[in-house]
């Protein structure tokens, strides 16, 4: 039977659920083996949601899905515990060591092994593996009797407000038709962007503004030198990322991530067979994809 008291506390790793979850490295006493620590406060967090992640995540079973090591009850928490990755996520390792956007080839691997879609939600290992995380708001498709559509949506959680930049248009709207699996895709695109320009599209403006622009059909896309205009009032950043060339198979993949109209988007076995994706045969280290973080 494991307890508290198997464990010692490391460091803190940061906040999860909207900052209402503390993220903690703790090391295991018997063996010395390093978890990370998620304790949910069921006096803040919905009980059902918190029942809801756990159980997807025991019940999912996947090589790029995190899993849960061990459960904990104190008092009032809820302690879940789960493997540590050493890199910890794309989003700390963009803000940490390429905030002008991951390499390529990076982004290659990581979109091959992750197809709650931002980056967040991706755990890197300096081995190469990737994690999937972030499930607490995942729901099950299920038939449209209105429209009689398969395999939509209509729910629209409120406490999602922190992730209406990775949302697709149709999820926004909230009208008849729904959203499905196109959503989910329109979310990786976003996330690609994310990882290449160091930053999510929509992020500079107000709420407001995003959705006016989503509603609209306005397209995010890579910034490179053949998306940046020349500009005298460039920053640093904005200079470095107008130096460097992406590939044409990765805007392609990004465009038809982002195509306004979710019958427009790709599927995602149509994502998998891209070459950009397939260029990708074998995991590499992200030691050696990630020098910056050596």
Known sequence: MCS????????????????????????????????????????????????????FLKWLSHPCIISINRIISVESDVYIFSTFYDLCSVLDVVHNHYPCGLPEKAIAQTLKNVLSIRCSHILLHSSGA??????????????????GADNVLHDFDTEISSELLWLAPEILKQDLYGYGLSSDVYSIGITICEM??????????????????????????????????????????????KRRRFSDSLHTITDNCLKPLPENRWSVSKLLTHPFVKSIRKNRSFSSLLPDIM
């Open 4 to 55: 508290l008291a198997d464990y010692t506390v490391c460091r803190t790793l940061g906040k999860a659920c909207s900052g209402l979850s503390d993220v903690l490295l703790v090391k295991r006493l018997a063996d010395e083996s390093l978890a990370v620590l998620r304790i949910l406060p069921t006096e803040k967090m919905d009980y059902e949601k918190i029942k809801k992640e756990v159980w």
């Open 130 to 147: 990737v994690k999937l995380t972030g499930f607490r708001h995942c729901i099950f498709l299920q038939h449209n009797e209105l429209t």
């Open 196 to 241: 290449a320009n160091g930053f999510p599209p929509f992020s500079d403006m107000d709420r407001l503004q995003m959705l006016f622009e989503k509603s609209k059909g306005t397209t995010p896309r890579l910034l490179d030198c053949t998306t940046l205009s020349d500009k005298d009032d460039m920053d640093r950043d904005q200079q470095s990322r």
